[in-house]
C-alpha cells in the first residue's frame, strides 16, 4: 500500500510523463473534450429531435467540458513539469477519471428517469392545446383597433 500512496504523492519525471497512466489519460479526457465543445456546441442541434433531448444534451456536454477540462488542465501540468501546488501529482488525474465516472454515472441514470418523465410532462402538455389550432386564423393582414386609444396631455 505504502508503493501505491507513494505513486499517487509523487509527480512523474521527464521520462514517466507518457507512461501507460499518461497515454490512457491522453486518450480518455481529448476525445471527451472534443466530443463535449462539439455536442454543447452546434452539435446538439443536429443531434436532438425535441427540446427536451436539445436541452438534456447540451447540460450533460457542458458538464462533460468542466470535468474533461479539469482533467486536461492536470494532465497539462503533468506534461509542463511545472507542479504548483502539487497539481503535477497522478493523484489528480486518478481523481479526474473518479469525477468522469460519477458524471457518466449521473448522465446515464438522469437519461433513463428524468428525461422520459419530461418528455412524458411535454407531451401531455402538448395533447391539451395541439398547435396545428393554433395556426388557422392566422392572417397577414395589419390589425385594425375599433376604440382608437387616446391620451390626454394636461
Not at 18 to 37: E, H, K, M
Not at 60 to 77: H, N, R
Not at 81 to 93: D, M, R, T, V, Y
Request: with cysteine; proline share 6%.
Amino acid at each position: 500500500m505504502e508503493s501505491l500512496w507513494t505513486w499517487l504523492r509523487t509527480p512523474p519525471g521527464k521520462d514517466e510523463v507518457l507512461d501507460l497512466f499518461g497515454v490512457f489519460c491522453l486518450l480518455l479526457l481529448v476525445p471527451g473534450f472534443v466530443v463535449s465543445a462539439y455536442l454543447a456546441g452546434a452539435g446538439a442541434d443536429r443531434l436532438a429531435k425535441d427540446p427536451v433531448q436539445l436541452t438534456g444534451i447540451r447540460h450533460w456536454a457542458s458538464i462533460g467540458l468542466w470535468l474533461f477540462g479539469a482533467g486536461i488542465f492536470f494532465f497539462g501540468v503533468r506534461v509542463l513539469q511545472i507542479n504548483p501546488l502539487s497539481f503535477g501529482e497522478p493523484i489528480w488525474l486518478l481523481g479526474s477519471i473518479v469525477a468522469i465516472l460519477v458524471g457518466v454515472a449521473r448522465c446515464i441514470d438522469w437519461w433513463r428517469t428524468v428525461y422520459p418523465a419530461a418528455l412524458a410532462r411535454r407531451d401531455r402538455a402538448g395533447t391539451l392545446y395541439p398547435f396545428t389550432d393554433l395556426g388557422n386564423d392566422v392572417s397577414n393582414s395589419p390589425s385594425r383597433k375599433a376604440n382608437p386609444e387616446t391620451t390626454v396631455g394636461i
